[in-house]
């Protein structure tokens, strides 16, 4: 028998129109709603499982008809206000019954009530989702195969970039490749890697990829448009990117400020100190927020961006401007700043 494979691939956009859609049917719009429980301690629990593809009104009738919900209203309620509904983990999950839609959600996402729960999270590189997923239980050879065998989007031979960050739980027994192609499959269904998948006026899926995990890797979520239009800004007169986060990519290392002169010579096509241009492929996974910004970046004519301190990241056109900034990094990270 095929082994299960179960994904929630439910956007804010589907959340919205199913929701309205069942109050318009419903005729109704209030919305019953158990109280939260101060503590769960000793209160009956369910294991519920959310099938793959499953919509928001889907997921919210499991809750009800499992009793963990007075009302599949107040879930919708509470899934259209917290954008964290869509990262709702795919598989089982225990939750308490007879609690709030707010304590639902909570519980859907709370990693310990999940069983073999696979995190691919922002940013991560291939290598280190493989890494995953051999401390899943995986050998080295099934997952080399699955990788081997592993369906792309058209434009694509390479697999870096495109297992989508999200939580996966897989039925026991489920094969390697199933495993990773529903993590390469849950890419194609995200709303905004569709738009990304469609290409733009000037720039290939594979481009525009390549720019999202660059963005990905270089700012803080608050910061995505601004360093996707200094790369395009970039692109545009031909300046070389260069960005840090290649030469990680290139040295397979993380949490480090500071770049070596040696490190930017290194000699490899993504090293965007040496080579103009793109590099020849992603440098990890993106999340919706950094391709929602390669594929809508700012208006700005920053060329340069730099971190001056933990979330203080400043952008100028200013070559003068970057080199004050500069200083005043140098002294922050020898000072302890970023430890």
Do not use: C
């Not at 203080?312 to 056109?317: A, G, I, P, V």
Request: zero cysteines.
């Amino acid at each position: 028998m095929k082994a299960l494979v179960r994904v929630v691939a439910a956007g804010v956009f589907a959340i919205l129109l199913t929701f309205s859609l069942f109050l318009i049917r419903s005729g109704s719009t209030s919305a019953p709603d158990y109280q939260t429980l101060s503590s769960v301690q000793g209160v009956e629990e369910k294991v519920i499982e959310i099938p793959a593809g499953s919509t928001g009104s889907e997921i919210a009738q499991i809750l009800f008809d499992a009793g963990i919900i007075k009302s599949s209203q107040a879930y919708f309620r509470v899934a259209v206000g917290d954008a964290r509904s869509e990262k709702v983990a795919p598989g089982r999950h225990r939750l308490t019954v007879k609690i709030s839609a707010q304590q639902a959600l909570d519980q859907l996402l709370d990693p310990a009530r999940i069983p073999n729960l696979i995190k691919v999270n922002e940013g991560m590189w291939r290598s280190e989702i493989q890494s995953a997923l051999n401390s899943y239980g995986y050998t080295k050879a099934q997952i080399k195969e699955a990788f081997s065998q592993l369906q792309l989007p058209k434009g694509f031979s390479d697999s870096e970039g495109l297992l989508f960050p999200a939580q996966y739980s897989f039925a026991e027994g489920t094969p390697a490749l199933e495993a990773v192609q529903e993590m390469g499959d849950r890419f194609s269904r995200e709303p905004q890697a569709k738009e990304l998948l469609k290409g733009s006026k000037k720039y290939s899926p594979l481009q525009l990829l390549i720019i999202a995990s660059i963005v990905q890797a270089e700012g803080d979520t608050k910061d995505f448009t601004k360093v996707a239009r200094v790369v395009y800004n970039r692109l545009a007169i031909d300046m070389p990117l260069q960005m840090d986060s290649t030469v990680h990519f290139i040295k397979k290392v993380r949490g480090e400020i500071f770049l070596s002169r040696n490190s930017t010579l290194l000699n490899s096509p993504y090293n965007t100190y040496r080579r103009y241009g793109l590099p020849p492929g992603p440098i990890g996974s993106p999340g919706s927020a950094a391709i929602a910004a390669a594929l809508n970046p700012a208006p700005g004519d920053w060329l340069y961006f730099i971190t001056v301190a933990p979330g203080d990241t400043r952008f100028t056109s200013s070559i003068k401007e970057f080199n004050t900034w500069k200083i005043l990094y140098t002294k922050n990270r020898k000072a302890g700043a970023f430890n």
